[in-house]
T-cell receptor
Framework: KQEVTQIPAALSVPEGENLVLNCSFT??????LQWFRQDPGKGLTSLLLIQSSQREQTSGRLNASLDKSSGRSTLYIAASQPGDSATYLCAVVSGNQGGKLIFGQGTELSVKP | DAGVIQSPRHEVTEMGQEVTLRCKPISGHDYLFWYRQTMMRGLELLIY????????DSGMPEDRFSAKMPNASFSTLKIQPSEPRDSAVYFC????????????FGDGTRLSIL
């Protein structure tokens, strides 16, 4: 059974810092891995999607990497801003569980001005 | 372009009552997903549809939960009878596919069962 873990659960950094959020998964048979952002009281916003054949994806100040063999992904945020404060969730579409997105518990990020 | 639309945004009701949550997916999306989010269990998939047909309902917790998709632009999630432990935020999401397309989420329905 696929399990997704995110470390740390919470992170507080000063504005301007570069930071890395970590995600690990137990079964490497995935179709893709997605990173989402969730603001309080809101739904999830898709940030990046990495296909199983890809190593990384970039969007603006965000870069996500994928190492399928080790079951790991990282989300790198460059030059963090207070507006980046949110909960970041990692999720995988697992090859043996249909089209289900299996989510981690998220990392709550706070960027202090 | 409108996103996924869910209604109501908030629902407070007494245990034993029937609850109906509604979702309008993004036009043209052929997959629709219902999720539940709680502090204890995080985000869990309840059921998903492809072209209005339920594909996997293994996440539906009990027979008290049912979901329908009568057409491509509308889905409902019904709880009857409701219980306090059903209190959660329920999200609907839609996508063009499962393996290579992102899922787009609505803002959720915050459900409180007293």
């Amino acid at each position: 059974k696929q399990e997704v873990t995110q470390i740390p659960a919470a992170l507080s950094v000063p504005e301007g810092e570069n930071l890395v959020l970590n995600c690990s998964f137990t079964d490497s048979a995935i179709y893709n891995l997605q990173w989402f952002r969730q603001d309080p009281g809101k739904g999830l916003t898709s940030l990046l999607l990495i296909q199983s054949s890809q190593r990384e994806q970039t969007s603006g100040r965000l870069n996500a990497s994928l190492d399928k063999s080790s079951g790991r992904s990282t989300l790198y945020i460059a030059a963090s801003q207070p507006g980046d404060s949110a909960t970041y969730l990692c999720a995988v579409v697992s090859g043996n569980q249909g089209g289900k997105l299996i989510f981690g518990q998220g990392t709550e990020l706070s960027v202090k001005p | 372009d409108a996103g996924v639309i869910q209604s109501p945004r908030h629902e407070v009701t007494e245990m034993g009552q029937e609850v109906t949550l509604r979702c309008k997916p993004i036009s043209g999306h052929d997959y629709l997903f219902w999720y539940r989010q709680t502090m204890m269990r995080g985000l869990e998939l309840l059921i998903y549809f492809n072209n209005n047909v339920p594909i996997d309902d293994s996440g539906m917790p009990e027979d008290r939960f049912s979901a329908k998709m009568p057409n491509a632009s509308f889905s409902t999630l019904k709880i009857q009878p409701s219980e306090p432990r059903d209190s959660a935020v329920y999200f609907c999401a839609s996508s063009l596919g499962t393996s290579n397309q992102p899922q787009h989420f609505g803002d959720g329905t915050r459900l409180s069962i007293l």
